[in-house]
């Protein structure tokens, strides 16, 4: 039997079919999340043979079918879930990518989803609040002494980011607080109700994963708590002659953090997004494109009267130079364009996103600087040969870039997730709803795991130019020590390594990594890569373990 086979066989159980037959015998089940080992098994499923490629629009709703089969009216079923566990250890700094409403500061942290899930006739209730605990130690933040660590101003928090005011602002503290703290969120909760021809309406608080990128997606991923919203999608992908079509549409508001500012009148902002995918006839390939448009708002329910900015013009509010300060209230955007091609005969698959925060002002503009504002995403997984065990051996690779275009040399650019119209950014609760690397940034990914049908493990390496945008815009100090600035960059080189395994008693998933973030906050006191005796650089080791653990249904 083939890896291919066995894997579609264990993850039958996955299945809307197979949940349904099951759940009459369980008290609880087992939930798909975003990132989830169940979620990775379902996408090389289609390596190696599932040829319908699924969504590249993800959630819970979406990645969970029904409690049972039926959509009578007062047909009702529902079950608890099994409570899936998430814990991270960081020795030094934080980090934390792509968790959720969880922020994995310095130390122990911690989250927990758990809830219920019903069905009553056309509704399906995802009832799944998240609980989550920072222990959030003591770490040194910026030096203001240092020639690129500017002075936070007196409206802004003292936690809040020191790069990003006027304008490149953006709602993205460099530690949530002095304190350890408990937090609970709706979490992965929403009503989906089926409204006939194959819609769905509804409102959630779930996190989204748009495009195809494993490790980051530019326009909306689950590395920030989910924000309320409405949403209207298919309730299905739609397969017609021309091929298959599938579709988003999402409104709702983010929410400023507690570590921004003390002005209470400008904590809200609208966001209305869209996407759409289309998967040829007779072909393995999927294309798609997305559009966010966000903007301050008064207050939740005026956010609701924006639920069609998706489709309006928001001009070019970053379009002035880095001199002029001043921020000027209104709307803001960002656009991606996305593909994603598998070949199940080769076990292999190719994906890139591309995406710019701005229409180009004409076909001349973007003939001439189609790389203005743009941000890219490129990744390939591949499966081998079968080996011992039937593993088979996996390679993965993964660059994200997020760092400004060479454009900035001609004409004026803004830096991606920041704005001058949209004080706090593109982010809910301190943390970038898009690429987890965050603004400005840029990463580069390997990895190399031995995959078997009831486990995996391998190492990886990782690199990334952290904020580098505020490394490049802002100015060089010329001193008889040297240039300080010309190299202070803020890079973190990690290796590590991840296994994660189908036990009797659920799914867990190991990760851990130790590697070096150098110059961190860009504080190097120069000359480049000659430090001055007894002021060196300031290069931190840092080590982090990761355990995901969800419990079997029972």
């Known amino acids: 039997?083939?890896?291919?086979?066995?894997?579609?066989?264990?993850?039958?159980?996955?299945?809307?079919?197979?949940?349904?037959?099951?759940?009459?015998?369980?008290?609880?089940?087992?939930?798909?999340?975003?990132?989830s080992y169940a979620d990775e098994r379902l996408r090389l499923m289609q390596l190696v043979g599932d040829t319908s490629l699924g969504s590249p629009f993800r959630s819970v709703s979406t990645l969970n079918g029904r409690v049972h089969d039926s959509t009578r009216a007062h047909s009702l079923g529902w079950r608890l879930s099994s409570p899936e566990l998430l814990f991270t250890q960081n020795s030094e700094l934080p980090y934390s990518l792509n968790d959720g409403a969880l922020w994995a500061g310095r130390g122990a942290n911690a989250s927990i989803l758990a809830g219920a899930v019903a069905d009553w006739g056309r509704a399906r209730l995802f009832l799944l609040p998240e609980l989550t605990y920072s222990e959030n130690r003591f770490y040194p933040l910026v030096d203001p002494t240092y020639a690129l660590n500017p002075a936070i101003l007196p409206a802004r928090?003292?936690?809040?980011?020191?790069?990003?005011?006027?304008?490149?602002?953006?709602?993205?503290?460099?530690?949530?607080g002095a304190i350890p703290f408990w937090r609970l969120f709706p979490g992965q909760s929403s009503l989906v109700i089926d409204a006939g021809r194959n819609v769905a309406v509804g409102a959630s608080t779930e996190n989204e994963w748009w495009g195809p990128g494993i490790?980051?997606?530019?326009?909306?991923?689950?590395?920030?708590?989910?924000?309320?919203?409405?949403?209207?999608r298919p309730a299905h992908p739609v397969t017609t002659r021309w091929g298959t079509f599938d579709a988003r549409w999402l409104a709702g508001w983010l929410t400023e953090s507690f570590f921004f500012d003390a002005n209470s009148t400008n904590a809200t902002r609208s966001i209305s997004m869209a996407g759409l995918s289309w998967q040829p006839p007779r072909t393995t390939l999927v294309l798609g494109a997305a559009r966010s448009v966000f903007a301050?708002?008064?207050?939740?329910?005026?956010?609701?009267?924006?639920?069609?900015?998706?489709?309006?013009?928001?001009?070019?509010?970053?379009?002035?130079?880095?001199?002029d300060s001043t921020m000027t209230p209104g709307r803001d955007q960002l656009?991606?364009?996305?593909?994603?091609?598998?070949?199940?005969?080769?076990?292999?698959?190719?994906?890139?996103?591309?995406?710019?925060?701005?229409?180009?002002?004409?076909?001349?503009?973007?003939?001439?600087?189609?790389?203005?504002?743009?941000?890219?995403?490129?990744?390939?997984?591949?499966?081998?040969?079968?080996?011992?065990?039937?593993?088979?051996?996996?390679?993965?690779?993964?660059?994200?870039?997020?760092?400004?275009?060479?454009?900035?040399?001609?004409?004026?650019?803004?830096?991606?997730?920041?704005?001058?119209?949209?004080?706090?950014?593109?982010?809910?609760?301190?943390?970038?709803?898009?690429?987890?690397?965050?603004?400005?940034?840029?990463s580069q990914f390997v990895a190399l795991d031995l995959v078997?049908?009831?486990?995996?493990?391998?190492?990886?390496?990782?690199?990334?130019?952290?904020?580098?945008?505020?490394?490049?815009q802002q100015p060089y100090v010329y001193d008889a020590l040297g240039e300080h600035g010309l190299c202070e960059h803020d890079v973190s080189l990690l290796h590590g390594v991840r296994a994660a395994g189908d036990t009797r008693f659920g799914q867990l998933q190991l990760d851990y990594s130790t590697g070096w973030r150098l110059n961190v906050f860009f504080e190097n006191p120069g000359p480049c890569f000659f430090p001055r005796p007894g002021f060196p650089a300031r290069d931190v080791r840092n080590k982090s373990f990761s355990l995901r653990f969800t419990p079997a249904a029972f």
């Open 452 to 472: 078997a049908p009831r486990w995996q493990i391998g190492p990886y390496l990782t690199r990334i130019r952290w904020l580098e945008d505020a490394h490049s």
């Open 215 to 232: 490790r980051n997606a530019l326009i909306l991923s689950n590395n920030a708590p989910g924000f309320p919203h409405a949403f209207a």
């Open 157 to 176: 928090d003292t936690f809040s980011s020191p790069w990003h005011q006027g304008p490149q602002s953006i709602d993205l503290p460099l530690r949530f």
């Open 1 to 35: 039997m083939t890896l291919g086979m066995i894997v579609a066989a264990l993850l039958a159980r996955d299945t809307a079919s197979a949940r349904a037959q099951a759940a009459t015998e369980r008290r609880a089940l087992g939930i798909v999340v975003i990132g």
């Open 335 to 442: 656009l991606s364009l996305f593909f994603r091609w598998v070949q199940p005969n080769d076990r292999f698959e190719f994906y890139g996103e591309w995406g710019r925060a701005e229409f180009p002002v004409s076909l001349r503009d973007f003939l001439v600087q189609p790389n203005h504002t743009q941000a890219y995403t490129l990744g390939l997984q591949w499966l081998g040969e079968p080996l011992r065990w039937d593993a088979r051996l996996r390679a993965q690779g993964e660059v994200s870039f997020l760092e400004q275009s060479t454009t900035f040399r001609t004409r004026p650019i803004g830096s991606w997730y920041t704005s001058r119209a949209v004080e706090q950014g593109y982010t809910n609760q301190g943390q970038v709803l898009g690429a987890a690397i965050g603004p400005g940034s840029s």
């Open 296 to 323: 301050p708002v008064r207050s939740q329910g005026a956010a609701m009267t924006h639920v069609l900015d998706f489709l309006a013009d928001v001009g070019h509010p970053n379009a002035r130079p880095m001199s």
